[in-house]
C-alpha cells in the first residue's frame, strides 16, 4: 500500500482550528465529509469519538492518527491535518498534538486498514519527517513530504544518503 493511493493532495489542510481535542475533531469531521459523498460530518465525528473512548490514538511525539470504521465508506480515506494550534490529546508522552493523520475505512477492509495504519506509523515516526511537514509552508509541500518525501521510511532514508 502506497501513501499516495491513500492521500490525493485535496486530503491535506493546514487550515485546522480548535482548542480542544473534541472542536479538532468536529472541524476536520467537517472537512473530510466535504471530500466524500454519502458520508456526514457527524456520522465520522461520532465514529472517531467512539474510537478515541477505546483509547486515545496518539502516539508521542506531537501525532495522533484517529481511525475508524465506518459502514457507509466505500473505500480507504486518508486526511492529513497540519493544525493551527498544538492540541491536547491524551498522548502518553504529554506531548501536544500538532500533526493528524485521521483514517477511515469501510467495515470489510480489514488487512487493508491495519497494512494503511502501518505505514502511516512508519512514516510519522521518523523524526526527519516530521521536522519537515512541521516546517512545510503549503499544502503541496505537505503532500510532497507524505507521498514522496525523501525520507517517508527507512529503507528509502538508506537509499537517498
Known sequence: MK??????????SM?????SKKVVLENLSIYIASLTQGI???NIYQSLQNRE???????GGGIAIPHCRIPQCKK???AFFKLKNSIDFNSDDGTLVDLIFVLIVPDEHNESHLRALSVIAELLQNQKNCSALRKAKSENALHRIIVGGKYWSKKNEADNR
Do not use: F, H, Q
Open 76 to 78: 480507504i480515506i486518508g
Open 40 to 42: 456526514n460530518s457527524e
Open 53 to 59: 473512548r477505546l483509547g486515545t490514538t496518539a502516539i
Open 15 to 19: 487550515n485546522i482550528d480548535g482548542s
Open 3 to 12: 501513501l499516495s493511493d491513500l492521500l490525493p493532495p485535496e486530503n491535506i
